[in-house]
């Protein structure tokens, strides 16, 4: 019900967009954020958008990610530029019913993951 893609293999400093696109079956979609597994590492969060568009990021990634959303296609962005390779990880998006989901409970539909990879 979410599609995530766009990931890769980049160099650092390099960019790259994911896109998830969310199924009409998804009655009703509230905010909309990223998540992301590093390798060996437990899920972080990594960014949020409501439907009205307010956004917020984990501190590791402000100011190089960019999330946005098109409300008329179900679908979210994550730009992400200066890229290191601590970013690399599986990117997941997700989606909640509620405006301002506080944690990754809160989300009720994820998508499958794409793999972001930086290279140094």
């Known amino acids: 019900q979410l599609q995530a893609s766009g990931g890769g293999l980049v160099q650092a400093g390099g960019s790259l967009r994911l896109s998830c696109a969310a199924s009409?079956?998804?009655?009703?979609?509230?905010?909309m954020g990223w998540y992301r597994r590093a390798p060996g590492k437990q899920r972080e969060w990594v960014a949020r958008i409501t439907r009205g568009t307010i956004t917020n990021y984990a501190d590791s990634v402000k100011g190089r990610f960019t999330i946005s959303r098109d409300n008329a296609k179900n679908t979210v962005y994550l730009q992400m530029n200066s890229l290191k390779p601590e970013d690399t990880a599986v990117y997941y998006c997700?989606?909640?019913?509620?405006?301002?989901?506080?944690?990754?409970?809160?989300?009720?539909?994820w998508g499958q993951g794409t793999l972001v990879t930086v290279s140094s």
């Open positions: 009409g079956s998804i009655v009703s979609i509230g905010a």
């Open positions: 997700a989606s909640a019913s509620s405006w301002w989901p506080m944690n990754e409970y809160e989300y009720e539909y």
